[in-house]
């Protein structure tokens, strides 16, 4: 009896199988090593995608503030040439900028030259905006990694991409309460390292998003966080703590 139009077919599902793992999957590694969680179990870093948002982000560096937290940006391209001073200020206060894409494409279904495209553009753009060196860091968009990536991370100058540990669906309006609830998990015990949150600041789709309920959830915790003893660190700062594969990606 011949196997093979049985094998056959069900290898090739197991193989496309474990390519969308790898390619949606925050925890892969399938397509490159990506950076995941802080080195430390008292070590939050907050980042945020599809901004800079004029509605949202302007808050949030103002709640920053107050509580000497730095955080991370993950800038679409077509919005920081859309908002380059709110781009400058974001970074004045001290705050990490990084790459997310120039259009927030799927890349997934991006060739070669198109992702090479994205990430320059979205390079250049946050590098004329705020006069310094263009990013070392990317994440891309819904978390989606093509195994053409890796190789143009490094030809576009990129350190690594950052993912996450902790997602917590704020990227629809909701009452605040929501997100406050959903929030109570970060930092939870017995962790031997910190989490990476995602959040949004921005949509992807138009400026002005309403992303008021991430506000109002962050000054409910920040205070809590703080008075717990957690540091809140951006990429660069976690990334050089040196705390293994999924904390320090490489070329």
């Known amino acids: 009896m011949n196997l093979l139009p049985i094998v056959a077919p069900g290898a090739a599902l197991a193989a496309a199988g474990i390519a969308a793992w790898g390619a949606v999957a925050p925890s892969s590694e399938l397509f490159g090593p990506t950076l995941r969680h802080t080195s430390s179990s008292r070590k939050i870093a907050l980042t945020f995608d599809d901004g800079p948002n004029p509605a949202v982000t302007t808050r ?22 859309a908002c380059p001073e709110l781009v400058k200020e974001i970074s004045a206060r001290g705050h990490l900028i990084a ?14 030259a198109e992702i090479r495209g994205e990430l320059a553009r979205c390079q250049d753009a946050i590098a004329e905006a705020t006069g310094a060196a263009p990013p070392r860091w990317m994440r891309p968009p819904y978390g989606y990694r093509s195994p053409l990536l890796q190789a143009e991370i490094g030809r576009a100058g990129l350190q690594g991409v950052v993912m996450w540990s902790k997602s917590y669906w704020d990227w629809k309006p909701q009452p605040p309460q929501r997100l406050i609830e959903r929030l109570a998990r970060v930092a ?27 506000v109002a959830a962050l000054e409910h915790w920040l205070p809590r966080w703080r008075d717990a003893g957690m540091e809140f660190v951006t990429m660069e700062s976690s990334s050089e703590t040196g705390a293994g594969r999924t904390d320090s990606p490489r070329r």
């Open 188 to 214: 939870s015990p017995g962790r031997t390292q910190g989490d990476i949150v995602l959040m949004h600041d921005g949509d992807h789709r138009a400026l002005g998003s309403d992303r008021h309920h991430v």
């Open 99 to 112: 790459n997310h894409t120039d259009t927030h494409a799927n890349l997934i279904f991006e060739s070669r």
């Open 60 to 81: 949030l560096v103002e709640l920053f503030d107050r509580y000497s937290v730095r955080a991370t940006f993950f800038l679409v391209g077509k919005f920081v040439r």
